[in-house]
Structure formats: C-alpha cells, structure tokens
C-alpha cells in the first residue's frame, strides 16, 4: 500500500475524531460514542495492516539480498 494511502486512511480517522466532537457539541454523546468505538476499531485494523506490509517488505527485501 502506498504511503499516500496510509497518510489518507489516518487523516479519515481524524477526520471522524472531528465529527465525534461535533457530535458530543450538538449533544448527541451516544452517537459520537458508536463512532469513536467504530474509529478506533478501524486504527487498530489499519496499525495492523501497516507492520504486515512493512513486514512483508522487509522479508522481500531481504530474500532479494540473499
């Protein structure tokens, strides 16, 4: 995955942090709480899929090497 993706995925998840703060503002706490759950759920997805790729890399790099 291209750094430009990454960098796009992480700025949508600020992106929903933001929404969620409007959200709990508007005084709608219980909706901005299902979206910071659902966010979170996705960094730790993306965090995941960030250190396979690097991994993945890594070994290629390394096969290549050999």
């Known amino acids: ?4 993706a990454m960098t796009d995925m992480y700025l949508g ?3 929903l942090e933001r929404e969620a703060r409007r959200l ?3 005084g709608q ?5 299902a979206l910071r759950r ?3 759920e ?3 997805a993306l965090v995941t899929i960030d250190a396979i790729l690097e ?3 890594e070994a290629s790099a390394n096969r290549v090497s050999a």
Do not use: T, Y
């Open 42 to 44: 996705m960094g730790g």
């Open 13 to 15: 998840l600020e992106a």
């Open 24 to 26: 709990d503002r508007n």
């Open 29 to 33: 706490a219980d909706f901005a709480h």
């Open 55 to 57: 991994d993945a890399a």
């Open 1 to 4: 995955m291209s750094d430009k």
């Open 38 to 40: 659902k966010a979170h």
